[in-house]
C-alpha cells in the first residue's frame, strides 16, 4: 500500500492511506541501517512511503520503502551534534512564528531558521505573533525587523492568534501549500494552529513567568490538513537551531540579500570580514545590506569556525 506520513513518534509513524484511512507503521529493519541514510530518522512527516499491513484489524504495517523526497529540512540531532534531524519531508513552505515579548525570539535564531530554509531551497517566511500584546518599545523592535528582513526579500507577517481578522494575508500565503511550522516553545505557533485548523485542539501552555520561556508543548512532528486546502506540518519547540554540514565559504550564498553582490568581491574567495575591495561590506555602506544582517552573518560565520 501507498501513504503519506502525517505523525513521527520516534519508533511509530501515522500514516495515511490514498483513500484516507490511517495506520501506525513501523520502519522495516533494513530502513535502519540504510548507509545512505546519514539522519537520525530514515522516515520523517510529509514523506510518500509503501507499506505492508501487517494486522489489518488494528490497522498496523510495515514500512518497507520510501519516496524521493523533491526536498527536505534537517536541524542538529537533538540528541547528538554531529547528526542530522530532518523536520520534515516534501515541503512548500518553511514558516518561522516568532514574538517579540513575552518571550523575545532572537534575531540570531531566525537567521538560522532562515539559512537552513535556503539551503534547501525552501521559501521562507516569518510570522510575528502576539502583536496585541506589543508596547510602543516592541512596536519599534517590529518594524525594525520588517525593515531588515524586508530588504532580505522575505515577507513578514504580524498576528495574533486571537484577533481572526490578522490572520487573513497569512491563510491566503499557505492555500494549498504543505507548511512546515517552526518556532520556539512560548511563541503561540499552538494557539496559531488552532485557529488556522479548528478542532484540533493542541495543546498550548502559558509562558514560565519566572524564565520568560515557553514550555514545550509538542513532542512529534505531525501534519495536519487545512480546512480549504494544503496542510501544516506542526513541528516541536526549538531552543536552538544549530547549522550542520554548512562550509564558512558558502554561508553568504544563504544570504539573499548578498547574493548579488557576491560577483563583486575582489577575491573569489572573500569571506566578507576583513577582506580588501569586499561588495558585501560596501553593500553595507550603501544601506543594500542590513547591518544587524550582517552582524549575523559574521556571528554565523565564527560559529562555523568553532563547529558549533
Known amino acids: 500500500m501507498q501513504g503519506l506520513v ?45 507499506f505492508d499491513v501487517e494486522d489489518d484489524r488494528i490497522k498496523t504495517g510495515i514500512i518497507t520503502d520510501v519516496a524521493d523526497r523533491h526536498n527536505y529540512m534537517v536541524r542538529v540531532s537533538p540528541h547528538n551534534k554531529n547528526q542530522k534531524h530532518i523536520i520534515a519531508a516534501n515541503i512548500d513552505l518553511a514558516l518561522l512564528v516568532t514574538s517579540i515579548a513575552d518571550p523575545r525570539t532572537s534575531t540570531g535564531f531566525i537567521d538560522r531558521f532562515l539559512i537552513t530554509a535556503e539551503a534547501y531551497h525552501i521559501p521562507a517566511i516569518i510570522v510575528v505573533n502576539k502583536i496585541d500584546l506589543l508596547k510602543t518599545k516592541h512596536e519599534f523592535v ?5 525593515k531588515i528582513y524586508g530588504l532580505a526579500g522575505y515577507q513578514v507577517y504580524p498576528v495574533s492568534a486571537n484577533v481572526p481578522e490578522t490572520l487573513t494575508g497569512l491563510e ?16 503561540g505557533k499552538s494557539t496559531l494552529i488552532n485557529r488556522l485548523v479548528p478542532g484540533i485542539g493542541l495543546k498550548t501552555q502559558t509562558v514560565s513567568g519566572w524564565s520568560g520561556k515557553g514550555q514545550h508543548t509538542t513532542t512529534f512532528a505531525e501534519m495536519f490538513d487545512l480546512p480549504g486546502g494544503g496542510r501544516i506540518i ?24 548578498m547574493r548579488p553582490l557576491l560577483k563583486d568581491c575582489k577575491f573569489n574567495n572573500c569571506l566578507h570580514t ?3 575591495g569586499c561588495a558585501i561590506k560596501q553593500g553595507v555602506r550603501d544601506g543594500r545590506v542590513s547591518e544587524d544582517r550582517y552582524v549575523s552573518y559574521v556571528a554565523i560565520l565564527e560559529s562555523i569556525e568553532k563547529k558549533w
Open 172 to 187: 491566503g500565503t499557505i492555500a494549498d501549500k504543505t507548511t512546515l511550522f517552526s518556532g520556539h516553545s512560548g511563541v
Open 142 to 146: 517590529l518594524q525594525h525587523w520588517q
Open 234 to 257: 506542526d513541528t516541536p519547540g526549538v531552543k536552538e537551531f544549530g547549522l550542520i554540514d554548512f562550509e564558512k565559504a558558502e554561508l553568504s550564498q544563504y544570504f539573499p540579500e
Open 274 to 276: 576583513n577582506e580588501p
Open 6 to 50: 502525517y505523525k513521527s513518534t520516534g519508533s511509530w509513524y501515522s500514516v495515511r492511506d490514498t483513500g484516507g484511512g490511517f495506520w501506525d507503521a513501523r520502519i522495516k529493519g533494513k530502513l535502519k541501517i540504510d548507509e545512505e541514510i546519514s539522519s537520525t530518522n530514515p522516515v520523517a512527516v510529509g514523506d510518500s512511503v509503501k
